[in-house]
């Protein structure tokens, strides 16, 4: 069940990044497909009935998987840090051309690169 | 305990350029120091083909991670440290740059990790850590023109990390490990399991964005022409293979033959067909880096042990030419201040003397002329038995890149010019030496997979042939270069192509 709500959400964060050209909108998405996928890796440690995997004598209890549990921190630090980093150069281009629009900026971008010789 | 330290040094040395900037240069040596011992040291302890492995933490190897030091790592350990060599020679003499030599090392420190990883979940780590330094690198000038090709390279690699994540959670679920080893003795008693096309799909088109293969790296040739060019160098060179390095551990685990050998022919041809019609020195060099990788993936597709000395050999090669080619296309497109070939063409008298000879060198080793480092590299793969198809399209991509290299001809002239720093000079000796005197890795370490001699002249044949054709066709062709589709390089179609290329994944993989 958890692993198709985290499909669900991975599909809808990429729609939304293929057709959305505001580029805040689609870091958004980002995120929703990045959660969608930790979502996946969550829900594959889960077994039926499982206990939260902290115990002191856990001998006779069904507990769930720990280890997705400890590597997905790593996921969802990264993610963050990705998102993070994305909306600092969003709020860059926007300095420059004042615009979230991809298909707005690839065209300026690509007048520059046309006009300028660019290295 | 040694594998352990060889990513790690760069991770704790990267943290000490950040701290005091003033030492930054003399850490990046030592840095580079450290590692050249150790990589002398793992090598030399495995020369008789054995391997080193360690499971960190002293976990099993289904829970822990391990770290195995094998013929992969031994073969591109040695590149990462000739083409880090130049890139320090070569911005040594550049304005201090902050955070700049930090984010080398971290660089390093994970190409170092990922070639040393045999755990998917450590390996999705890796490349996300791959992708976040290098979308910092490629922007490092803060021009728009970076910022926003490293941001679409954020946002794709990201998307396509995605589906990698996915991947993992799959075999996770219905192996229990992570490990590629253990997953390989698994994965061989069901191997037509529905989750296993799933898995094979999701981490195959995952890394794909990663590796450059076209369709899936849309982001590629506008983000290696845009960022400062010792960053080209190490990016084309070096972190690209990163990605061929995890579809090799993964085609040794799932059957991705047929699926290779598709994806791996449309990369090379179309990645040739852009790198043709490219008005822009750099942005050519990033096309053709585009085609090189699809030659990986073909030779990956072949699947048999010379064909994969092959891949490791013509990897190597590749990492030293097109390094040292966006380092010299870097500093004559300072010299003349445009990157354009009638630009440069015009104004080639700026061009210093070191910078011709190092395009000269590079571009003789990526056209594959015997007996330099392209044609040693081509001859093992192409020894090695491909069927018709991908001989065909190997063949194919070596006139296109000879055809797409003939551009450069006009400037191959010396002259009286500016002179060129001598840590420029040195920069690109390191890297042009090797490709002058190369001698195929793998084929020193495994003897018995060197070249039947009877194939060598046919091969030098097929090798100047190939050559001629591409400067003949280059000299025949009409001047005017017609514009190709740009479109599919933009932030929207590029996800779409990921989504078709994933949906074609899966079809060829199922089928």
Redesign the interface.
Known sequence: MA?SV??VL?GIG?VA???R?D?VI??LA?GL??A???L??V??GDRPDARVPICAVCRDVIYADP??QA?VL??IV??F??LA??LV??M??VE??HSTD??H??D???R??DE???? | MILAVLPLSRFVLGLLCHLSERKARLLAVVGWCISAALTVLLILETRDGSTITVGLGGWPADLGIVLRFDAVSAAVCPLVLLLELAAILYVRKDAPRPLFYALLQFLLGAVFALLLSQDLFNEYVILELLTLVGFLLVGYDRRPAQVWASLKYLVLASVGMGFFLVGVAVVYRHTGTLNLGLLAGILADQPDAPWVVLAATLLTAGVAVKAGLFGFSQWLPAAHSAAPPAVSALLSGLVIKMGIVVILRLSQVFPLGATLQLLGAATALLGVVYAAYARNLKRMLAFSTLSQIGYLALGLAIGTPQALAGVLDYAIAHGLFKGLLFLAAGEASRAVGSGRFDDLVSKRAAIPNATVGALLVGTLGIVGLPPLAGFGAKAVLLGSHPNVFVATILVLTSIGTAFAFAKLLPLFRFRRAASCPSDRIAAYAVLALPILFFVPLTGVTLPSLQLGSGLRPLLVVESVGAIAIGVLLHRLSARRTPRLPRRIFFLEEAVLAILIGLLLVYLFLSV
């Open positions: 692993f985290g499909v991975f990429l990044i293929a057709i050209r580029l689609k870091l980002l497909t990045n969608g996928s930790i996946c890796l829900a594959v280890l997705p590597v790593s996921a990264i993610n840090a990705i980093l994305a150069f969003v860059r281009l420059q051309y991809s298909r900026i690839e300026l971008v690509q520059e690169l300028g010789g660019d290295q």
